[in-house]
């Protein structure tokens, strides 16, 4: 009898554990979905450094975080330079406003982050 009260608690419990290591949970974080990308500050002034020096683009819009670039902005593709020092902002592009570098998701034409 206790053998066979051990032997369907431990069926129990492998049934019990069994869905929850079939369950897995992903968490997928992109530009899309939060607008904006996070680049630390020792990386952000190297931006600043490197592209700050192009030649500045005026718009009669305030520039924001999930502003839509028009047309009639050229956008640079961000170098591999520093694409090499700074993984996170491959893809974009990028342009100079008001001493500030944008960088811009290319696809959308969404600014991501302005780096000030």
């Known amino acids: ?6 032997a369907a608690a431990a ?3 492998l049934l019990a554990v069994a869905p929850a290591g079939a369950q897995t949970s992903v968490t997928t974080t992109t530009t899309e979905t939060t607008g904006s990308i ?4 020792e990386k952000r002034t ?7 020096t192009a030649e500045p683009v005026t718009v009669k819009e305030k520039v924001t ?3 839509t670039v028009p047309d009639t902005v050229e956008l640079e593709t961000v ?6 020092d700074i993984p ?7 342009f100079v406003y008001n001493d500030d570098v944008v ?3 290319p696809k959308t034409r969404k600014v991501v982050t302005i780096v000030e």
């Open 103 to 105: 960088l811009v998701d």
């Open 88 to 94: 996170t902002v491959k893809g974009y592009s990028y």
């Open 38 to 41: 996070t680049i630390a500050p």
């Open 11 to 13: 069926a129990i419990g």
């Open 46 to 52: 190297i931006i600043r450094e490197r592209l700050s």
């Open 1 to 6: 009898m206790k053998s066979t009260m051990i």
């Open 65 to 67: 975080v999930g502003w």
């Open 79 to 84: 170098p591999d330079t520093i694409v090499s």
